[in-house]
């Protein structure tokens, strides 16, 4: 059981670049997540997606698109990287009748230059 | 909407006992977690509390009062290992998200 998976562990971009993030669970899970986390910001949730197809806006979801096509994959897509949008990203996911409890990737460490 | 305030730091030394208070604001409310995180690592899941009173888990305790908007976590016989960043969390009223607290930083000292 690898639980949640993030892929790629760390990346560099230069301002304008695309890239999309892979978030992979194998615990069967209807809700994922993604957020990103900034010193001193906690962390921020950028879309959710409730089931397979299903995609939500967070708190703070301008920049970034979302897609869940299947219901163990979440991807984050960057169009048009920005210095604004260097951060750690954590995908994260849950069971319906348990929302209170998350499960987190290892993170993806994001630098835009 | 929903905020929720948590000191930024506390300090304590080994084998102390430490308590993390969080205080929400919400228009709707299931129950308050805990996660924690350390340092480059991943949040993790420590507890939950829908009603009223003191949940023990091991060194962990917490604890929620639903009508003073008001949870703390208390750690017991602090080790080295317990220096992380704590976050008290709230379900969101619509339903399928977590709205985080910004995190106290908690350092233990020898």
């Known amino acids: 059981n690898a639980g949640v998976t993030q892929t790629p562990k760390f990346r560099v971009l230069k301002t304008g670049q695309s890239m999309t993030l892979l978030c992979a669970q194998d615990m069967n899970h209807e809700y994922m997540y993604w957020y990103r986390q900034d010193p001193g910001m906690g962390l921020r949730l950028i879309h959710y997606s409730v089931g397979e197809g299903t995609t939500a806006k967070g708190e703070v979801p301008d920049g970034y698109n979302v897609s869940r096509l299947k219901k163990q994959n979440f991807l984050l897509g960057l169009e048009s990287a920005a210095p604004s949008q260097t951060s750690v990203y954590f995908c994260a996911s849950g069971k319906r009748e348990s929302q209170e409890t998350q499960y987190f990737g290892p993170g993806t460490r994001l630098l835009v230059l | 909407g929903q905020s929720l305030e948590q000191p930024s730091e506390v300090t304590a030394v080994e084998g102390a006992i430490v308590q993390i208070n969080c205080t929400y604001q919400?228009?709707?409310?299931?129950?308050l977690s805990w996660y924690q995180q350390h340092d480059g690592g991943a949040p993790t899941f420590l507890s939950y509390?829908?009603?009223?009173g003191l949940e023990e888990t091991g060194r962990f305790s917490s604890f929620l009062s639903r009508s003073d908007s008001y949870g703390y976590l208390l750690l017991q016989e602090l080790q080295m290992k317990d220096s992380a960043s704590y976050f008290c969390a709230v379900r969101d009223n619509q339903g399928g998200k977590l709205i985080f607290g910004q995190g106290t930083e908690l350092s233990v000292k020898p």
């Open positions: 919400t228009s709707g409310f299931y129950g």
């Open positions: 509390n829908a009603l009223d």
